[in-house]
């Protein structure tokens, strides 16, 4: 459509032009069209020495034709009255210098690819490496470069388009259990779990005892399996879980995959049982159990290497004997712990019992 808007020449015909064209839109496709014509708006209607209500109505009469927005126009007016025209200002634009060339981007992606992209501060210490002890006149811009601004490089789409490795490091997150240390608050069914290895020999790894132990009666269940993989823990767990004599609420671990998996997570999640795991640099999330792990485990069974094809005798001998012995004759210490004016504690051992008079004391409510 060609609009011939020079018959249009008092701000009564805008407002009626504005009321009539509700909904149109107009397209001009050149910008110096667009500015040419605003220039002559300007000067048809003497815009600066208009009431305010009528530069309303010729601002939106520009905008509407032009397709600019209103906080534009508004610069476009002020650049013609401050410079007398209204012309694109490409060449005047506010730009940061250039330092970091093509040829660098290009040596950072054949630093990153050879070294499978590694982090921001090793990857500067490679930079500086280069330049002052292989004497590499390459890297004399890049030996100085911020670890940040590397990360702005590496988000550019020519690194992208050639870096072999362009998703970020990613830390470790495995949905499976919750990061945090158990409260039993003197309840059975607070079950700690880990692992002892048997030794290696040739190449060849040994048995594997896995050690539950319930945080408040320590009543302990040992089991052997051959290997630590899914396939043997998710089915020697619930076996051992089913020898404890009361409900298992919560099953803590340490961070091993042997614990934190699919398989082992639906066995926990059928029973209702909730599964947590160690904290991140808290080395006594799981002491309970590590410590039976040298007093029982390795008091009985030794240091020295055992093949795991007898991994089914040894499991018979814990379900069948060992573990009667470790919950119906073995005294385990129990702490009292105190509090003094300072808030230090101390734990001290004056009771001994074997788990099972510690779960007749607990059902009964005695101390």
């Known amino acids: 459509m060609d609009m011939n808007d ?48 009528a530069k ?17 126009i508004d610069r476009l007016v002020s650049r013609k009255l401050l410079n007398g025209e209204i012309k694109a200002l490409w060449g005047k634009r506010n730009k940061f ?30 930079f500086e490496r280069q330049f002052t002890q292989f004497h590499d006149g390459r890297y004399v811009r890049l030996k100085g470069i911020s670890v940040s601004h590397i990360y702005n490089l590496r988000e550019k789409p020519q690194y992208k388009a050639k870096a072999l490795t362009v998703a970020k490091t990613k830390a470790v997150q495995v949905s499976i259990g919750i990061r945090r240390l158990p409260e039993p608050n003197g309840k059975p069914g607070y079950v700690r779990v880990d692992t002892v ?23 302990e269940i040992v089991i052997c399996v051959e290997a630590i993989n899914e396939d043997y823990m998710a089915e020697a767990l619930e076996e051992a879980l089913n020898g404890f004599p009361f409900v298992i609420l919560s099953f803590h671990s340490d961070n091993g995959s042997e614990f934190i998996n699919k398989l082992v997570a639906d066995m926990l999640n059928k029973q209702l049982i909730k599964q947590t795991k160690s ?25 020295w290497y055992i ?61």
């Open 279 to 303: 904290r991140s640099g808290r080395t006594n999330d799981n002491a309970l159990v590590e410590g039976k792990n040298g007093s029982v485990i390795r008091k009985h069974m030794g240091h």
């Open 56 to 72: 309303g109505l010729l601002l939106r009469y520009m905008e509407l034709v032009t397709g600019f927005s209103k906080a534009h």
């Open 97 to 126: 210098t250039v330092f970091y060339t093509r040829e660098d981007l290009e040596l950072l992606i054949e630093t990153d690819n050879y070294h499978e992209r590694l982090s921001g501060p090793a990857t500067k210490e490679i």
């Open 6 to 53: 020079s018959g249009m020449a008092t701000i009564k015909q805008v407002r009626k032009f504005l009321a009539a064209s509700k909904g149109w839109k107009f397209k001009v496709t050149l910008r110096k069209d667009k500015y040419k014509w605003l220039e002559n708006i300007i000067a048809k209607f003497k815009y600066y020495s208009c009431k305010r209500k």
């Open 307 to 367: 093949d795991r094809r007898h991994a089914g005798e040894i499991h018979r001998f814990y379900m069948d004997y060992f573990n009667i012995y470790l919950n119906y004759h073995r005294p385990c210490g129990f702490a009292t712990v105190t509090e003094d004016e300072k808030g230090r504690r101390k734990r001290e051992y004056n009771t001994y019992r074997t788990p099972y008079a510690r779960l007749k004391v607990t059902v009964t409510g005695g101390s």
């Open 197 to 219: 290895h048997q030794g290696d020999f040739n190449g060849q790894k040994g048995v594997y005892h896995v050690n539950l132990v319930d945080s408040v009666l320590q009543w």
